[in-house]
């Protein structure tokens, strides 16, 4: 039988993942539970209102390509398998209950069993019934109305979220971060463009499950910014084509290509290419040493504090001695416009040398050339030169 699921037509976006959705914890197997009672979105009206941010642009931000939206009349493709957004029954025979008696694991469900076994209860919303839905919660912002809109959407995060399930330790995790997605997409929706909403809300959960995969791929996280981002998602896939078209795929070609930087190429490369370690761990089972025992130090060594106190010694006295060889008019100028911390201005050097400040400036430039060429026949280079 043929089912019918909504057609993304695009890649994955990332979105900032914020609040919790809670799991439907276990209660009695003959007990009857409430609809989603742990999932009930919590909205005021001053967060209903519209955000900046559209699906759209998440995912432009991760830097996928252009993202087209679907006409009414395509929202819908065939596929194979049960339908699981027409018939309720057929979901029921993807998320099968499994009886106690006819189990023989020695756990028989566990929470995500339970998870799916609970949205499984609840039917998809006809075109009519989510348009009416959604007209509804866009007009009065009643909860209940956008609580069925997500109830009968948890189905979508599941399937979607199962794509990137190689990717994550934990499914149900994935899955919570998906259902905030839901959540912005139903506050945002707007049922007079003519698109279904799991259709517009598919960009809103991937943005949420990319993200959520994005921050928690590594111990030190990557995709900071969104040149990282754009690398983390094409890097593999840029080289594969460039490799098919015969070219070598050189960091330098590669950030020609994506618009990014090739030092931000190398440092993806070499961050994807190897895991995580420990400076604490042990090099040897059997040594004491650890990896930050051998990792270079970036603060100076005794020898070269040393040196820099030893020059800065030797520049303070050749000041001294070049302030020395000035007249009076040049030392005032030396001194309060060069040495100073907080410079004077010139016109407080005109007036306290009785000059204008055209004159003050071109003595100071004479200063200047003198400076220079005292600390050259003495240090082989300029002041601006000396490491101290």
Not at 129 to 144: N, Q, W
Not at 234 to 252: A, Q, V
Not at 266 to 278: A, I, K, N, P, Y
Request: charged share 30%.
């Amino acid at each position: 039988m043929a089912r019918k699921v909504f057609n993304p037509r695009g890649s994955s976006g990332g979105a900032v993942a914020a609040g919790e959705v809670p799991v439907v914890e276990a209660e009695e197997e003959d007990a009857t539970l409430d609809p989603l009672p742990k999932l009930t979105p919590s909205f005021s009206s001053e967060e209903i209102a519209e955000t900046d941010v559209a699906p759209v642009a998440l995912a432009q931000e991760i830097g996928i390509a252009e993202v087209e939206v679907l006409a009414p009349e395509e929202d819908l493709i065939e596929v194979e398998d049960a339908a699981l957004a027409i018939d309720p029954r057929a979901r029921e025979s993807r998320f099968p209950v499994i009886p106690k008696s006819e189990s023989k694991a020695l756990v028989p469900l566990d929470a995500l069993s339970l998870y799916l076994r609970e949205i499984s209860k609840y039917p998809a919303l006809t075109r009519e019934e989510e348009h009416e839905l959604a007209v509804h919660y866009r007009e009065t912002k009643d909860v209940d109305a956008a609580y069925k809109l997500i109830a009968s959407n948890l189905w979508l995060v599941v399937k979607l979220a199962r794509d990137y399930e190689k990717a994550t330790r934990n499914l149900l995790d994935l899955v919570q971060e998906g259902n905030i997605g839901l959540m912005e997409a139903v506050k945002n929706y707007d049922p007079y463009r003519g698109v279904r909403l799991p259709s517009y809300a598919v960009w809103w959960i991937k943005a949420y499950l990319v993200r959520y995969l994005i921050a928690n791929w590594r111990m030190v996280r990557i995709g900071t910014t969104q040149a990282q981002r754009k690398l983390f998602f094409n890097l593999k896939k840029e080289k594969e084509k460039l490799e098919r078209s015969g070219f070598s795929p050189t960091p330098k070609l590669i950030a020609d290509k994506l618009n990014v930087r090739e030092s931000d190429v190398v440092e993806m490369e070499q961050r994807m290419g190897s895991s995580d370690l420990s400076v604490d761990a042990p090099l040897q089972s059997d040594s004491d040493s650890n990896l930050l025992s051998v990792l270079p130090s970036s603060s100076a060594s005794a020898e070269e504090l040393l040196s820099q106190k030893q020059m800065k010694t030797m520049v303070e006295r050749t000041l001294r001695e070049f302030a020395s060889t000035l007249k009076e008019k040049e030392l005032i100028i030396f001194t309060e416009r060069m040495l100073a911390e907080d410079k004077a201005t010139l016109q407080d050097i005109s007036d306290k040398v009785k000059v204008s400040r055209e004159r003050v400036r071109q003595i100071e430039n004479r200063v200047r050339d003198k400076l220079k060429s005292y600390f050259e026949e003495r240090f082989g280079a300029t002041l601006d030169q000396l490491d101290f």
